[in-house]
């Protein structure tokens, strides 16, 4: 999937764009709530991660702050809301960046998989 996306570049602009729709909209508040006020760090975690996840390049397990995604957010609160809050982010994302519509629909199901497995609530 990481290939299939775009490389790198591709996986920096959808987790930017991410941030960006999460810091924006005022429907995303408590998601945007559980977020530092600094997204930066998390910009460059999360490409990390997401580079990982769709099969790229293992840099993220290579990081001093590099940690169990699961372990990452057992803290926090993710209930159902929560997780389509954080899906319907990103699926805005993955159109906005121009990722192909093929793409897209093959991304979902692991996506949605990964946001329910967070849930804790």
Not at 61 to 75: I, K, L, Y
Not at 94 to 116: F, K, S
Request: net charge negative.
């Amino acid at each position: 999937m990481y290939e299939a996306l775009g490389g790198v570049g591709a996986v920096r602009a959808l987790v930017n764009r991410f941030y960006d729709i999460m810091d924006g909209d005022p429907a995303l508040a408590p998601l945007r709530a559980m977020h530092a006020a600094d997204l930066s760090p998390m910009r460059d975690k999360l490409t990390d991660w997401m580079t990982a996840f769709l099969g790229g390049p293992q840099h993220y397990f290579e990081r001093p702050d590099a940690v169990c995604f699961s372990a990452a957010h057992s803290g926090l609160a993710i209930d159902a809301s929560i997780r389509d809050q954080w899906l319907d982010c990103m699926y805005r994302a993955l159109t906005d960046t121009g990722v192909p519509a093929a793409v897209r629909e093959r991304l979902r199901p692991p996506l949605a998989e990964l946001a329910n497995f967070l849930r804790n609530r």
